[in-house]
């Protein structure tokens, strides 16, 4: 299956609702959003960063170039989109349901924050799919300081 990223040169430069705002540098949610699509209907999925976008730009979406989840949600059909907080720096963690929910997880990445899409667990470390860089990769668990749960 093809994971999205944010970089690709087919979205790259699309506007997010505002002149200052571009996928390719802001659209970490909606891309990680597209492949949470992709992975629950298959290769079939016509939800990728352009037309999901597309779609929240119409629909007025965001807000300063942040989606408003329950926009996301209905045009996605998700049934849910809900967000936990954790504090940077422990492990109090409970495990993640993978066979009920995909997740998304914010962490620090330079000066602000990066969502990306988390495919599995470890004890300390949970396995991204990073959209950014167009990788898989570990992170200690402590560095992701949001989790977003979406029952797709």
Not at 24 to 39: D, E, Q, R
Not at 70 to 86: G, H, P, R, T, V
Not at 138 to 149: A, M, S, W
Request: hydrophobic share 40%.
């Amino acid at each position: 299956m093809t994971l999205f990223h944010q970089r690709d040169s087919h979205w790259a430069k699309d506007k997010m609702g505002s002149a200052d705002y571009e996928i390719g540098k802001f659209g970490c949610v909606i891309t990680a959003l597209c492949n949470i699509a992709a992975m629950k209907r298959g290769e079939g999925s016509m939800w990728n960063p352009h037309y999901l976008n597309k779609s929240l730009v119409n629909l007025k979406g965001y807000t300063n170039g942040n989606v408003y989840w329950d926009k996301a949600a209905a045009i996605l059909n998700f049934k849910s989109i809900e967000s936990m907080w954790y504090v940077s720096g422990t492990n109090n963690r409970k495990k993640l349901d993978f066979d009920k929910y995909f997740y998304i997880g914010r962490y620090q990445n330079g000066k602000t924050g990066h969502f990306t899409n988390i495919l599995a667990e470890t004890e300390t470390q949970y396995l991204l799919f990073d959209v950014w860089y167009d990788d898989f990769r570990f992170i200690d668990k402590e560095k992701v300081n949001r989790i977003v749960r979406v029952a797709a």
